[in-house]
DNA sequence: TTCCAGGCCCATG
DNA sequence: CATGGGCATGGA
């Protein structure tokens, strides 16, 4: 029961759990109480520390990535106004160490879906195929279901978790990763090419969802989800109203512009696009009219 | 009621 | 290679 406190400066952990990254950590207090992998753990900040508890610290620190230079990183970020206005609004998010199957998981359930929706899912896939486990106030927690868990289940039984048409590509997918035909920890000796198009070959990964993986599962701090908020940024800020700009041009002019630590970038700029009250953006140009 | 959400996939030009 | 439509669900 006794804490201990890390210090954790150049960090924000409630904008970090609130960002879109991770869905599944709950407010208790001043603070969260989440999974990381299997193990319980509550997490508090005041100021520069992190309160946990005492045997847990390395856990948190690495799953935190309070390692990550920040100040370093942010120094890699391009100096334009948009840029700018994101990171003093993003100051401190940290892009997480997510548990490989749990993060590509969480992000094949989040196609066109909110991200209020996207914690709903998680939470009802854990309580109902997840391992509960205890944390030290007797609160009860879901461990994230194991791809061979999932595996074993049914659209139907995924679909009553509120999936939708995401059901048979999270059940698919689990039944490939169960099945060895992807070897997600494999995946880490790939070079990033080669470790999107692996991901690629899983049902309903596309480049975006392989990116979120490669970004908050596998560390690669320069991959760049591009995501219909990204994408209007982009569109917006960096192609002002030009025609013809295909997702293939913005991709690689994201790569080239955001530098070494582009997901960084992208965090930022999509945590505070998103935090814009709806009438900062334009309406769409091509509205998209529904059916006879 | 209508619109939209951290997309993917497949059918057409 | 680019574009369009379909796909489920729920909150604003």
Request: charged letters at 25%; glycine letters at 8%; one cysteine or more.
């Amino acid at each position: 029961m006794t804490e201990s406190v890390l210090t954790a400066p150049e960090f924000n952990l409630k904008l970090t759990l609130e960002s879109g990254q991770v869905f599944h950590w709950v407010p208790d207090g001043n603070g969260f109480c989440g999974l990381i992998g299997t193990t319980p753990v509550r997490v508090e900040q005041q100021g520069e520390s992190l309160l946990v508890r005492k045997g847990a610290e390395e856990l948190v620190a690495h799953y935190f990535a309070l390692d990550h230079p920040l100040d370093e990183i942010y120094e890699t970020f391009p100096e334009d106004a948009a840029m700018q206005d994101a990171l003093t609004f993003c100051r401190g998010i940290r892009i997480i160490r997510q548990p490989l199957w749990e993060c590509l998981a969480t992000f094949i359930t989040s196609a066109m879906k909110q991200v209020k929706h996207i914690q709903q899912m998680s939470h009802a896939l854990r309580e109902r195929f997840g391992e509960p486990v205890e944390l030290e106030n007797g609160q009860t927690l879901f461990a994230y279901p194991t791809p061979e868990r999932l595996a074993e289940t049914s659209e139907k039984e995924l679909r009553e978790c509120g999936l939708g048409f995401r059901a048979k590509n999270l059940l698919g997918s689990a039944q490939m990763v169960a099945a060895g035909v992807i070897d997600l920890e494999a995946i880490r000796g790939m070079d990033d090419a080669e470790a999107l198009a692996e991901l690629c070959r899983l049902p309903g990964v596309g480049a975006k969802i392989a990116n979120c993986a490669l970004l908050f599962g596998y560390e690669r701090v320069k991959a760049f989800p591009i995501d219909v908020w990204i994408e209007r940024v982009l569109r917006q800020i960096y192609f002002q109203k030009k025609r013809n700009v295909t997702v293939k041009r913005l991709t690689e002019f994201s790569a080239s512009y955001f530098g070494p630590y582009g997901g960084y970038a992208q965090q930022y700029l999509f945590h505070h696009a998103r935090k814009q009250p709806r009438s900062h953006w334009a309406k769409p140009k091509t509205a998209k009219r529904k059916k006879p």
